[in-house]
């Protein structure tokens, strides 16, 4: 099992920054990818940005966030980062840590989440 914790969210206003932070602990080895997630109120689970341990640190964001998100790790720390700027009010949501276990294509672990509310 590997076990996800968050941390670094708060209130924020618009235009200002945030860095969230994921640490994992358990059987980190076995871990290929980490990421990050968020839901917004009403809305669905949407897929933020992701790095790939087993692909040299490659890493993959969502269109609409690029620019703005940027995502890094440290795979000895077992920890992963999300750089968050230029913040606006729709980017208010829980943020999610996941991970996939080798493998898997499957988002198997997650975090508890962590609130980011962005005011104008």
């Known amino acids: 099992q590997v076990q996800l914790v968050e941390s670094g969210g708060g209130l924020v206003q618009a235009g200002d920054s945030l860095r969230l932070s994921c640490a994992a602990s358990?059987?980190?080895?076995?871990?290929?990818?980490m990421g990050w997630f968020r839901r917004a109120p009403g809305k669905e689970r949407e897929f933020v940005a992701s790095?790939?341990?087993?692909?040299?640190?490659?890493?993959y964001g969502a269109d609409s966030m690029k620019g703005r998100f940027t995502i890094s790790g440290d795979n000895a720390k077992n920890a992963v980062f999300l750089q968050m700027n230029s913040l606006k009010p729709e980017d208010t949501a829980v943020y999610y840590c996941?991970?996939?276990?080798?493998?898997?294509?499957?988002?198997?672990?997650w975090g508890q989440g962590t609130q980011v509310t962005v005011s104008t």
């Open positions: 358990g059987r980190t080895f076995s871990t290929s990818r």
């Open positions: 790095i790939i341990w087993s692909g040299g640190g490659a890493t």
């Open positions: 996941a991970a996939s276990p080798l493998g898997s294509a499957v988002w198997s672990y």
